[in-house]
């Protein structure tokens, strides 16, 4: 996970939330600048199925997998993305419950071949439907539970936050790529947003245009930068011009963001 804005919230006593009629989630222990409170892990499951499926084990912690285990038989792990804070347990996960894992990027998976953008899976009573979004990452996929409420759900890994805002993670992630997964994403209209880091959201179309506003936002505060600054105006300089009040844990971050949006400015290779 990726951002730069806003506090860290402290780690609630109970580490479980119920966070759809379909999912729980569990707070990994691994807050930080980069991670908000932590890493949501999700368990879904319709009711009475007699497994579950696991999204995102996140860190090597014993407590938190064993946690996640114990909440049903464990049938299917997925990613999101390769971040290690999502993919560190997985191997460990997969030792411990059998279960197969499975990924878009194919060196992610074990005993289980990669996931594709359009294919359903039918798991623990759920119907999850695969959506590649990349942007974020080359790999990020968003998992959608259409029968999960009213207007259904989609766990977005790090490709919608539940509060601040995602980096691209350039050159792996780009920008172009992000804003169509954005646009994409809004065609789900109401569904609930089940993000990775941070709380739950309502209207996964309403966000990812709030999203698409932010990013057209900045890129025009790095076209007047290019502006005053020149066309070929150095990364940093950029940065110092456009994030003006970040705290220096992040900059690295902040710079990373203005890479991608001059590569999509400039149409780089």
Known sequence: MRRYAGSMADAPSDRWTASSALTRSRLAPNPGPMSLDGTNSYVVAAPGAGSTVVVDPGPLDGEHLAELAAAGRVELILLTHHHPDHTEAAGEFHRMTGAPVRALDAALCLGAPPLADGEVLEAAGARIEVIATPGHTADSVCLHLPD??????????????????????????????????????????????????????????????????????????????????????????????????????????????????????????
Do not use: K
Request: no cysteine.
């Open 148 to 269: 999960d409420g009213d207007d259904g759900s989609v766990l977005t890994g790090d490709t919608i936050l539940g509060r601040g805002t995602t980096v691209i993670a350039f050159p792996d992630g780009r920008l172009g790529d992000y804003l169509a997964s954005l646009r994409r994403l809004e065609t789900l209209g109401d569904a609930a947003v089940l993000p990775a880091h941070g709380p739950v959201l309502p209207s996964v179309g309403e966000i990812a245009r709030a999203y698409l506003a932010h990013r057209e936002e900045r890129l025009g505060q790095v076209r007047a930068a290019l502006a005053q600054l020149g066309p070929d105006a150095p990364i940093a300089a950029v940065t110092d011009a456009v994030y003006t009040d970040i705290d220096p844990s992040v900059r690295r971050a902040a710079e990373n963001s203005v890479a991608a949006q001059l590569d999509y400015l400039r149409g780089w290779a």
